[in-house]
């Protein structure tokens, strides 16, 4: 899911937060790329509120006044995320939507600047960047849930299969892998990842059993 729903019938998607345009939204622009900018170049410890405005071309008020302090514009800049129009692969299959989706994310993790992997870093040294990254995460699992019901629709899986213990299963060995152990990028990986939660998923690994009332 890229740094990562249908917004038909089977899964609601977060309403997209409405921004301001003209002269406001280019300078949030401005400093939101310079955040980005410092993140990868210096990571967490090196990112001020000066030198993003400096390197923003705007007055250190205006990012005091608007943002406050570093954990709000590491939060606004996960917040941007879930403004975009993302929507997950369509393969066909559900181990092709999975591989691909998996493909992003390996994209995403290995990119230079390490971008994804700085702002994953900063979650844990900012409450506000913490609570934004869990909203990020939020909405990519809510518009990742039609690759599972187009999955149920097909015949892949079983009816009430729980569509984030899927998605997860799917995805983590990227992070494991990738984050945790730092190994270097695997191109079989996604497809294998991919590969082992349908299957798992097809026996009804993620299934969840219909509730039973009390007789």
Request: proline residues 9%; hydrophobic residues 40%.
């Amino acid at each position: 899911m890229t740094t990562p729903t249908d917004p038909g019938p089977e899964g609601t998607r977060p309403p997209t937060r409405r921004r301001p345009g003209g002269r406001t939204a280019r300078i949030r622009r401005q400093v939101l790329d310079a955040v980005l900018a410092e993140l990868g170049e210096h990571g967490y410890d090196g990112l001020t509120t000066d030198t993003v405005a400096a390197r923003a071309g705007v007055h250190r008020t205006t990012v005091y006044r608007r943002w406050g302090d570093v954990g709000g514009l590491l939060a606004d800049v996960l917040d941007a995320a879930s403004d975009d129009d993302w929507q997950p692969p369509d393969t066909g299959s559900l181990e092709g939507d999975l591989a691909a989706l998996n493909q992003e994310i390996q994209a995403a993790l290995t990119a230079q600047p390490p971008i994804v992997t700085a702002l994953i870093a900063a979650s844990f040294r900012s409450e506000k960047a913490a609570h934004a990254q869990q909203r990020l995460w939020e909405d990519r699992y809510a518009r990742c849930e039609i690759v599972v019901s187009r999955a149920v629709r097909r015949g892949e899986l079983p009816p009430h299969t729980d569509a984030q213990r899927l998605l997860i299963a799917a995805t983590a060995p990227l992070y494991h892998r990738l984050v945790l152990l730092r190994t270097p990028p695997d191109p079989q990986l996604p497809g294998h990842a991919a590969r082992t939660a349908a299957l798992a998923a097809a026996a009804g690994a993620f299934t969840e059993p219909p509730s039973t009332g009390n007789t």
